[in-house]
């Protein structure tokens, strides 16, 4: 594994440190069940992005690689990006943790929370292997000729990693069911489909052959609805 890939696992598994450590100083050190629960799946999952980088070494590096594309990242994607990571990183799991019932016990919704993150752990590995184009950033990358991909998820939505990111959303309100938790979660959702729209527009002005796409895969993040 690379030096770069070291860090990026490192900053993934760090990111997640640092949102239970919000929830436990939310909780006064407490957890609960269904929290112990959420958050071993949660760093976990962090084992998929080890796995990706025996089939997709190259993407894993570019997205690990944010400083090289500082200056040619358009400046609405980066304010999305900090409020996205702010929020969704570390805002919810302190809201979670102050809100919460600990002792509220396994139940239905929050078996379907964790099936529905599982899928969109799922979704984003699978979008990942396919887009050698997908970086963290949101910019045409003239440097690597990049070309569109319309295979695999991509050939049902034309954002599916945004499409996992929203499933992630109804997935965490399932398992912390809060009013905080929704309202926090509703905000990444609503920066996500701005980023959605605001990408999907940026790539057909600047990438040939995305028009096309578009016309052939009309979905943007979800099939027959959006």
């Known amino acids: 594994m690379s030096k770069g890939m070291a860090i990026y696992a490192g900053r993934l598994f760090g990111e997640r440190a640092l949102g239970l450590a919000l929830f436990l100083l939310a909780t006064g050190g407490q957890l609960g069940l269904r929290a112990c629960i959420w ?3 949660y760093f976990a999952s962090v084992i998929s992005a080890l796995w990706l980088y025996r089939t997709s070494a190259e993407t894993l590096e570019r997205r690990a690689d944010i400083a090289s594309t500082k200056d040619v990242t358009p400046t609405w994607d980066k304010v999305i990006l900090a409020l996205f990571w702010l929020l969704g990183y570390f805002v919810i799991y302190y809201v979670a943790g102050a809100t919460a019932d600990l002792g509220k016990p396994i139940d239905v919704l929050f078996i379907g929370g964790l099936i529905l993150y599982g899928m969109s752990t799922a979704l984003t590995t699978w979008a990942l ?3 050698a184009y997908a970086e963290s950033v949101s910019r045409v990358q003239s440097d690597r000729d990049q070309q569109v991909c319309s295979s695999g998820p991509y050939a049902c939505v034309r954002h599916p990693m945004y499409s996992a990111i929203l499933m992630w959303c109804v997935a965490i309100v399932a398992v912390f069911p809060t009013r905080g938790v929704a309202l926090v979660s509703l905000a990444v959702a609503a920066l996500i489909v701005l980023r ?4 999907d527009n940026m790539l057909a002005e600047g990438l040939p052959g995305y028009e096309q796409y578009r016309r052939t895969v009309r979905w943007r993040l979800i099939p027959k609805l959006f």
């Open 129 to 131: 292997q396919t887009n």
């Open 196 to 199: 959605t729209l605001l990408e």
């Open 39 to 41: 958050f071993a799946i």
